[in-house]
T-cell receptor, first 115, second 109 residues
Framework: SAVISQKPSRDICQRGTSLTIQCQVD?????MFWYRQQPGQSLTLIAT?????????ESGFVIDKFPISRPNLTFSTLTVSNMSPEDSSIYLC????????????FGQGTRLTVV | RKEVEQDPGPFNVPEGATVAFNCTYS??????FFWYRQDCRKEPKLLMS???SGNEDGRFTAQLNRASQYISLLIRDSKLSDSATYLC??????????FGDGTTLTVKP
């Protein structure tokens, strides 16, 4: 299993600003995943964060908008840059400590509102 | 067409009812399958994995039909505490997880 501490849990931000979300895992994991969950919808994968290399972004998501850091095997950050109201969403980090195709564990989520 | 499609719901059932959720996936190379539960304003948590032979965990039964690319979840003797959104999740062999939109269940007294 894995325990993830994600912060902040929520924030209200002005448009045009940036917010950095942090996830700390209680064990070393190869990959960390960042998801977005818009109101009333399911999770959409933004990117996969790998330690020691660039993150891999999914279609529709770009590094300039969602820069990711992965300085070590237990920590990652996702920045939502130049925010607009359309970025209002819940952002979640996730890990699969058992390896690919095993149970995923999630952080508690960051509820972002852009005004 | 979405990669993972679920019953739109919502499902509103009385306590004690049996309810079934369906899910279809489009990627025939998908390797592993899961049902997650997400309570309101909480993160998703694994309910159960889905195996080719079908598997049961108490009141919950999951089934997989690879030929039809179809997954199901059956909940028997529904409890009030079963009220949540149920997410169908499909993984490719690269480990990428694709989530369905979720089916909301409300169990009423």
């Amino acid at each position: 299993s894995a325990v993830i501490s994600q912060k902040p849990s929520r924030d209200i931000c002005q448009r045009g600003t940036s917010l950095t979300i942090q996830c700390q895992v209680d064990s070393q994991v190869t990959m960390m995943f960042w998801y977005r969950q818009q109101p009333g919808q399911s999770l959409t994968l933004i990117a996969t964060a790998n330690q020691g290399s660039e993150a891999t972004y999914e279609s529709g998501f770009v590094i300039d908008k969602f820069p990711i850091s992965r300085p070590n095997l237990t920590f990652s950050t996702l920045t939502v840059s130049n925010m607009s109201p359309e970025d209002s969403s819940i952002y979640l980090c996730s890990v699969q400590p058992g390896g690919v195709n095993t149970e995923a564990f999630f952080g508690q989520g960051t509820r972002l509102t852009v005004v | 067409r979405k990669e993972v499609e679920q019953d739109p719901g919502p499902f509103n059932v009385p306590e004690g009812a049996t309810v079934a959720f369906n899910c279809t996936y489009s990627n025939s190379a998908s390797q592993s399958f899961f049902w997650y539960r997400q309570d309101c304003r909480k993160e998703p948590k694994l309910l159960m994995s889905v195996y080719s032979s079908g598997n049961e965990d108490g009141r919950f039964t999951a089934q997989l039909n690879r030929a039809s690319q179809y997954i199901s979840l059956l909940i028997r003797d529904s409890k009030l505490s079963d009220s949540a959104t149920y997410l169908c999740v499909v993984n490719t062999n690269a480990g990428k997880s694709t989530f369905g939109d979720g089916t909301t269940l409300t169990v009423k007294p």
